[in-house]
């Protein structure tokens, strides 16, 4: 074991038997992101680096610390990519933040989610023990499968010290389309080609104008071509565009007011909330900001999202005191097994207390 490590698990158990706080953090790019920060900062940039990458195997193992730009850099040279797309909030951001987010890009739409591609993790509990869950094959299963509740957990459960990633070959090839449509017309027509066998990978809809993502073999990318019509956007351009919707650059994005993020079923007419919005992931993921004149609050956009089987969390705000309830507090059950796994891996409450909720 490491210098950097032991004297990890020496701070882990010192401020749980002081009851003190510590919060694991890489390049602070997601700092504005769930609950106000609190604990004593644990910078995991010192822990930095690519342990194992087999591209025969699509899997890469890596350090926390690990720059994301080093990891897809590794990845690219050999025609890889991370699947789930995260965003790059800044150079600074690491794989070990992008992962604790929870956090994926456009291709989310088609690929899923940050949790299906972690296939292993190790992780420093509360107690200051270094645990090991999953591995570095999909087919490999044994124990409790922790690799899975990771991704979005916000550093709430311990530091991470290593992790293993499935990855996947870059598309052979790709093409943007783009429609003029109403926002309902663009909700059933994204479900509509959703539901063909369609090389979709993501989509986007803002101000009457829906861009859909192609990619895959290039017989299938020609053919859905075709098939949907459309305009074909140059590909330059349309690189510069899904890079900006994926890294959160989109000028939409640069607005002022606060950021709202409702996942919706994808087939939710338009909520109609008075305010700016663009959807993602087939209208699966909107994006809200209220207009100044509006009168819409907190608890109505949540309730609104719940009525229709969802939820809604704000994303970004300048107002510290609403951060505390950024998240959706989830049904009973779900908290119960949030409270259970807390009180197995941190029980003495040492990392990142309140980040995903005040009442965790």
């Not at 194992?52 to 690990?66: D, F, S």
């Amino acid at each position: 074991m490491s210098d950097f490590i032991d004297d990890l698990c020496k701070q882990v158990e010192l401020a749980a038997r002081n009851n003190t706080q510590i919060r694991p953090v890489g390049g602070g790019t997601k700092n504005f992101y769930g609950g106000p920060l609190q604990g004593i900062e644990v910078d995991m940039r010192q822990w930095a680096g690519i342990v194992e990458y087999e591209p025969t195997e699509l899997v890469i193992t890596v350090k926390p610390g690990t720059p994301l730009a080093e990891v897809e850099a590794a990845l690219a040279a050999q025609k890889q990519e991370l699947a789930f797309e995260p965003p790059r909030l800044s150079a600074g951001g690491t794989i070990g933040g992008a992962i604790a987010s929870g956090l994926a890009g456009p291709a989310r739409l088609s690929r899923g989610g940050v949790k299906d591609y972690v296939l292993g993790c190790t992780l420093l509990d509360g107690k200051g023990q270094l645990l090991h869950f999953g591995g570095v094959v999909m087919k490999n299963v044994a124990g409790y499968d922790v690799s899975r509740v990771i991704p979005g957990s916000m550093g709430t459960l311990g530091i991470v010290t290593e992790l293993s990633i499935k990855v996947m070959p870059v598309a052979p090839a790709e093409a943007t389309l783009q429609f003029e449509m109403d926002v309902n017309k663009a909700i059933s027509q994204s479900n509509e080609w959703l539901s063909k066998p369609l090389p979709i990978s993501a989509t986007f809809f803002e101000n009457g104008k829906l861009t859909v993502r192609l990619r895959g073999a290039s017989a299938a990318v020609q053919a859905a071509i075709k098939n949907m019509g459309g305009q074909e956007i140059e590909v330059q351009q349309a690189q510069a565009f899904w890079t900006s919707v994926r890294d959160q650059q989109h000028e939409f994005f640069s607005r002022e007011g606060d950021l709202w993020r409702l996942a919706v079923p994808p087939t939710t007419v338009d909520l109609a909330m008075h305010g700016q919005s663009v959807h993602e992931w087939g209208s699966g993921l909107r994006w809200f900001r209220a207009d100044d004149s509006s009168a819409v609050n907190a608890e109505q956009i949540r309730a609104m999202a719940k009525r229709v089987g969802g939820h809604a969390t704000l994303y970004r705000t300048a107002n510290e005191a609403a951060r505390v309830h950024a998240f959706q507090q989830p049904d009973a059950v779900m908290l119960k097994l949030q409270r259970r796994l807390k009180e197995q891996f941190d029980p003495a409450g040492v990392f990142s207390i309140n980040r995903l909720s005040p009442i965790l």
